[in-house]
Each structure stands twice: as structure tokens, then as C-alpha cells.
């Protein structure tokens, strides 16, 4: 299965998914493989970290323009490719998409993000002429834990007017740990902290079962 987290936006957290969604994988002894098709890195810098350590490990693959190919080609040799884009409307992007089973938009609850997903889903649609299978969620990530705060509830209510993607129920709150994961090769689930393995497992079960 291709994984792939794409958007059009910078800083949502695309990253912290796949690397996330990727050492939950593995330490459930899944096949998988990681390509990081940013330039950025940061997902290739997460699985360096991870190799001096005595974690389970993984493969990561860097790779940049035309990605169709060489993703269909690893989704034969590996149970799980998980795509990490850059942010915004690459040829990563559109040609990743053009191979992926699944592509999971990160977003956080603030209108200038939720302003880009109407453009994503154009996206999306265009490679569903090709590729009509493919499936796609919004996941609302970095959102405040503070219940007061409406922000939540109003990015909820304006993602519901778009049935051509799935908002998943699963929110990935603001947390620390998901920095301090990302900076030292860890996943979440590896790590001390409940709340945020807990929504790590929610997303990967929803995905996986929808
Ligand atoms: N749920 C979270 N809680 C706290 N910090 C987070 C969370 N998700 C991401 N971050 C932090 O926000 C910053 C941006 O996250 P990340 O690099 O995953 O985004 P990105 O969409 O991949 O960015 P880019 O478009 O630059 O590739 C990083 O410093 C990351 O550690
Ligand atoms: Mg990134």
C-alpha cells in the first residue's frame, strides 16, 4: 500500500505524520520503506537519526521529480510505502499521486490552512482521472488541547462541506513530543506519552480500515 502525505501548504505536519505512520509500521514488524521526495529532508534526516540508534529500522529512499515509477516498483518489493511531499503543488506531488493508494492532508484548524484544501482536493480529483481508486483524508493536526479554544469545532464544521475527502476523526494535537520525536530518529508510539501514541494508532487504524 502507498502512503502518501502531501498538501499544498508548508509546516502542517507532513513530516511528523510519515515519520510517525513509518516507525509505527515497523515496530509492528512491517515491511516498509520511507521515500522522501523533499528536498528539505527532513524525513531522510529522521531515518539517519534512527540508524544510530538501536531502534527496529527502516529503509529510506530519497527521491525527487517524476515519483510514479519508482513508488509502483518499491510497492512490490515492500508491504508499505509511506511518501513524504514537500508543501506545496510539486511534481512529487502530482505524479506521487498518481501511484498512491491513500493520501492523508494534513491541516491545522486555521482558515489560511483550511483556504488550501478546496485547491487540494482539486488536485486530488485530477488524479483520480487516472487514478480512480485512490483515497483521500483530511487529518487536523497541531491543534490546541485548550478546550476553549473554538477553533477545533469551526474547522470540523467548514471540512464537512467537502464529501470528496474524509475528514478523519482522529485529531493530532499540538505536543511536544511530536518535536522532540521527530528531532531524534523516535516515533511517538516509542515514546513516553500516552495521549500522543494514542492518536498516532487512531490514525493508522482509520486509514487502514476505511
Ligand atoms: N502535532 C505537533 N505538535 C507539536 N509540534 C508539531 C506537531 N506536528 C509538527 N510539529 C512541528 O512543527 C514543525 C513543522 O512540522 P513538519 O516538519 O512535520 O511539517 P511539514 O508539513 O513537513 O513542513 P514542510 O512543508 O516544511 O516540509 C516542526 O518543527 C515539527 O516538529
Ligand atoms: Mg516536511
Known amino acids: 500500500m502507498i502512503i502518501l502525505i ?9 513530516s511528523t505524520l510519515a515519520t510517525n505512520i513509518a516507525a509505527f509500521l515497523i515496530t509492528k514488524g512491517k515491511d ?3 521515500v522522501d521526495s523533499d528536498r528539505q529532508s527532513t524525513s531522510a534526516n529522521w531515518a539517519h537519526d534512527r540508524s544510530e540508534s538501536n531502534l527496529p529500522q527502516l529503509e529510506c529512499v530519497r527521491q525527487y521529480d517524476n515519483i510514479r515509477k519508482t513508488l509502483i516498483d518499491l510497492s512490490r518489493r515492500y508491504e508499505h510505502v509511506i511518501v513524504d511531499c514537500q508543501g506545496r503543488d510539486s511534481i ?17 484548524p486555521s482558515q489560511p490552512d483550511l483556504d488550501t484544501i478546496p485547491i487540494m482536493i482539486g488536485v ?13 483524508f483530511c487529518v ?3 491543534t490546541p488541547t ?37 528531532a531524534t530518529g523516535y516515533g511517538v508510539t516509542e515514546m513516553d506519552n500516552d495521549k500522543a501514541k494514542l492518536e498516532i494508532e487512531s490514525l493508522i487504524m ?3 480500515t476505511w
Do not use: F, Q, W
Open 92 to 108: 512529487e506531488l502530482r505524479t506521487g499521486l498518481l501511484a498512491a493508494d491513500i493520501c492523508i492532508i494534513p491541516c491545522k
Open 124 to 136: 486530488i480529483n485530477t488524479a483520480r482521472e487516472i487514478n480512480e481508486n485512490l483515497k483521500a
Open 32 to 34: 516498509i520503506v520511507l
Open 6 to 14: 502531501g498538501s499544498k501548504k508548508g509546516g502542517v505536519g507532513k
Open 140 to 142: 487536523l493536526t497541531m
Open 146 to 182: 485548550n478546550h476553549t479554544i473554538t477553533e477545533k469545532a469551526d474547522s470540523i464544521a467548514y471540512l464537512d462541506d467537502y464529501p470528496d475527502i474524509k475528514l478523519l476523526n482522529t485529531i493530532i494535537s499540538e505536543r511536544k513530543v511530536y518535536r522532540d520525536a521527530i
Open 206 to 208: 482509520e486509514i487502514m
